[in-house]
């Protein structure tokens, strides 16, 4: 099958296996436009993925195709998800009634929640997931060339980088359903940056670190740093899976002790209620300084600090985050009011304690 069919057919995959793979419901956080009742997700990511990993691991240890397929063929792949992505997002887009003019509307997306079958499938959670799985096959595949093209004398930073982001990508799916609480699931729509973010950039420039070096022989960086970078990872993370559960357990049982141990303290106007403890009344946005430090962390980790590569993935997420923490800020004005006001004096840093 020619590489832009196969990567078609891996997204198909995924959808037909988040269509029949058992899920469990659960109530969302983002609202119905129309009644105003909380949505309600299906959520299987994390079978489907592992169901997922293990046809593409018994395909390869069948040789039905070369453990280095997608990073022999990354070029059709990445042409084939960008076509996808964009087909995608014409179809979500112009099929609904505009908002507010066309090219940001292709942008930014029309419809805010869409969903088949009351949840069965929804849009933006069937994104996640096959962004997520697919970055996962790509990171085995373009560390699978790399331990081809070196053998006996692959790079330990490579293998590292992999475990690490698979770290990541698994911890996504395994708390998928806290991402119901984030941004990206109650403020935005979906459009051309959710779209195709989603099946293009996600999948293939979160890779981009490994995609520049796996061609390239072990640096031979020293054990202890790679200690070094892991220690950093996990360190970022610490922050930023923290935060998010700090802020989801405060948001669905209010009065229980994050970590079992910090009950929650908040400012309230009556009506409404802000943490401004833990991870919360550190800075506003901590958990985008545990992004920004894994990022860091695993561009670290494959060890050619002087190559661009590698470096491109943190530097999307200070472009990305700085921005957002100050668009999230406006949106929590508009809506908190006076409130919002009072948790700026408590806690006046916005993403990293002390300094910003
Ligand atoms: P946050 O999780 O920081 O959510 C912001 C929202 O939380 C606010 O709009 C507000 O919503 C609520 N909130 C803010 N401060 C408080 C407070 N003190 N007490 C109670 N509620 C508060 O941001 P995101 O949704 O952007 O990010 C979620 C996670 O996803 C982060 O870890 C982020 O780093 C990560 N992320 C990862 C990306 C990736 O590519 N890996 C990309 C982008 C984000 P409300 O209206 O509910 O009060």
């Known amino acids: 099958m020619p590489p832009f069919f196969a990567l078609v057919a891996l997204y198909g995959l995924i959808f037909v296996l988040h269509l029949i793979v058992p899920g469990r419901w659960v109530t969302g956080y983002a609202r119905d436009e129309r009644s105003g009742a909380p949505l309600r997700y299906r959520l299987n990511g994390l079978r489907v993925a592992l169901l997922t990993l293990a046809l593409y691991l018994g395909a390869g240890a069948l040789g039905w195709i070369p453990w280095d397929y997608l990073y022999v063929h990354r070029w059709e792949a990445l042409a084939a998800a960008c076509a996808l992505g964009l087909v995608f997002t014409g179809a979500i887009v112009l099929t609904a009634p505009p908002r507010r003019g066309l090219l940001t509307d292709l942008f930014l997306g029309r419809r805010e929640n869409p969903q088949l079958a009351g949840g069965h499938v929804d849009a933006k959670m069937f994104l996640y997931l096959v962004g997520a799985v697919t970055l996962e096959l790509n990171l085995l595949s373009f560390a699978a060339h790399h331990v081809l093209l070196f053998p006996g004398e692959a790079s330990p930073g490579v293998l590292l ?3 690490l982001f698979s770290w990541f990508v698994f911890d996504y799916l395994w708390f998928e359903e806290v991402h119901l609480y ?3 699931l109650f403020a935005e729509r979906v459009g051309f940056k959710l779209g195709w973010g989603c099946l293009t950039f996600y999948p293939f420039f979160y890779a981009v670190g490994l995609w520049s070096v796996a061609a390239r022989p072990d640096p031979g960086a020293p054990g202890w740093r790679l200690l070094l970078c892991a220690l950093l990872f996990f360190a970022g993370w610490v922050m930023a899976r923290g935060a998010n559960m700090q802020k989801y357990w405060f948001k669905t049982q ?3 002790p994050a970590f079992g141990v910090l009950p929650p303290e ?8 802000l943490l401004v403890n833990g991870f919360w ?3 506003r946005h901590i958990n985008y300084l545990g992004e920004i430090t894994m990022a860091t962390a695993l561009a ?4 050619y600090p002087w190559a661009l590569g590698p470096w491109l993935y943190p530097l999307y997420y200070v472009v990305l985050l700085l921005p957002r923490q100050r668009d999230d800020d406006r949106r929590c004005a ?5 409130l919002w006001a009072e948790y700026e004096r408590r806690v006046p840093y916005r993403v990293i304690p002390y300094l910003y």
């Open 334 to 338: 508009a809506k908190y009011g006076a």
């Open 281 to 283: 009344g550190a800075a």
């Open 300 to 303: 670290l980790t494959l060890g």
């Open 254 to 256: 209010p009065e229980r």
């Open 161 to 163: 980088h992999v475990a």
């Open 266 to 273: 908040t400012i309230e106007d009556g009506e409404r209620r």
């Open 182 to 184: 984030t941004y990206d």
